[in-house]
């Protein structure tokens, strides 16, 4: 998962609503959120939206809002362990296939600073990815990812720290139309105590 997925992804039924065109899709929703600051658990008190624009061919821009960056997955374990308080969050997105070429980069923030640590934090991260095929059945992608002041853990003293930026590669083989093999490197620096780490990945996916 990317760590802008990490640090925004929200899995909880909603209510949604939108409206789509051809050029523009833009969307609402609701949903009841497992924290909230003086609130009946039972109360749907959170909220979301985006927008979308394909501005030309195979390219779309967007944007979108959340009411509270707490509630997501990525901050699940922090957000139980402190004085809770709301904190917004928004982010925004650009997707651009030209012809077997794909490109990804997305950005989301916290819109205020997260209290009551010493100076706050102001979570964000970022993620770039491309991808092609080299040859039949074979492509590669490059990605470029980072993050700051993204903690998934607090224990007096914020840890669990996200990497302050990765890099890495994968290359994917699909012998068929049921069995795709591919492997991946990454390399992170600034995670917990300043420490880097190395992950090297190989998965066989079956489709059915």
Known sequence: ????????EINQSAVLGGFGVSWVDMNVGAFNGDFEAGADDNTID?????????????????????????????FEDFAGAIAYETIGG?????????GP???NAEY?????????LAGGLLPSAYNIE?????????SAGVKL??????YSEFAGTPNGKWADWQMGFVVSCEFNE??????EYLHADGLDNDESGDTATMQIALVF
């Not at 760590?3 to 925004?8: F, G, H, M």
């Not at 049921?178 to 492997?183: P, Q």
């Open 1 to 8: 998962n990317p760590l802008t997925l990490e640090l925004a």
């Open 46 to 74: 959170d909220a979301f939206a985006s927008v979308a624009f394909t501005v030309g061919d195979g390219i779309v821009v967007g944007a979108y809002w959340l009411s509270d960056l707490l509630e997501t997955d990525g």
């Open 90 to 98: 928004a982010g925004a997105f650009l997707n651009v296939q030209l």
């Open 101 to 103: 070429v794909s490109l």
């Open 108 to 116: 989301v923030s916290a819109l205020e600073k997260l209290d009551p």
């Open 130 to 138: 491309a991808s092609m095929p080299i040859v039949e059945k074979l």
């Open 145 to 150: 990812e980072g993050s700051d002041d993204f």
């Open 178 to 183: 049921h069995v795709t093999l591919s492997g």
